[in-house]
């Protein structure tokens, strides 16, 4: 949505059970919530509710397939235990923007075994004194906080990095291609000459035979 306009998601505008990531960005949410996300989106694996006035996690819906999700720019500024229930497989979460004040608060973070990449950029908890090394400390499962690890090496792009390795994949295959055809390439040559011999069917076997007999003499 390019401007602020309140979400319904409705049965008859989408098929949920196919629906893998959904991007609601910029829309209004209903007294803090989100009308319409629910069970049945059950293969979600990408979400994200930037900037929707999003004040409470309490409706949030299980979606166990979830492994990213994009909180950023709303008001939420505790509750974070419901993720842990209802998005266990959670490896990515921004809550940047929010109104996330204490450690206290991301503690309940603790339960999301699978974390590893978590933004908190712009929230007053990074205010603190030691803020990344007390993070760190708390959410040990977690690699990477506001995009860097704990000896500031950024956080790779995980598309680029997709891309880079089908590339190498593409090399490979052509490399792959590009040796065994000049093999195959001589033993062609080989065999067109075998075939000015007038052998036939016969060509490959009277070749064995000479190379046989020239190793006996």
Do not use: H, W
């Amino acid at each position: 949505c390019g401007f602020l306009m309140p979400i319904k998601l409705t049965s008859d505008s989408l098929s949920y059970s196919k629906v893998t990531e959904l991007v609601l960005d910029n829309c209004r949410s209903s007294n803090g919530e989100i009308e319409g996300l629910n069970d049945s989106f059950k293969e979600l694996e990408f979400l994200s509710m930037a900037n929707v006035e999003l004040t409470s996690l309490a409706k949030l819906p299980t979606l166990s397939k979830l492994r990213k999700l994009e909180l950023s720019d709303n008001i939420i500024s505790g509750g974070l235990e419901v993720l842990a229930e209802r998005c266990p497989n959670l490896t990515y979460l921004n809550l940047s923007g929010n109104k996330i004040k204490d450690l206290g608060t991301v503690e309940a973070l603790q339960n999301l075994k699978n974390l590893k990449s978590l933004d908190l950029f712009n929230c007053e908890i990074t205010n603190l004194e030691d803020y990344r090394d007390s993070i760190f400390e708390l959410l040990q499962q977690i690699t990477y906080l506001d995009g860097f690890d704990q000896e500031d090496n950024e956080a790779p792009d995980s598309e680029d990095d997709d891309d880079e390795e089908g590339d190498e994949d593409d090399d490979d295959e052509d490399e792959d291609e590009a040796g065994p055809p000049g093999e195959y390439e001589e033993e062609d040559d080989e065999d067109d000459g075998g075939s000015d011999l007038g052998e036939g069917e016969e060509e490959e076997e009277v070749g064995l035979s000479y190379l046989m007999k020239e190793e006996i003499q």
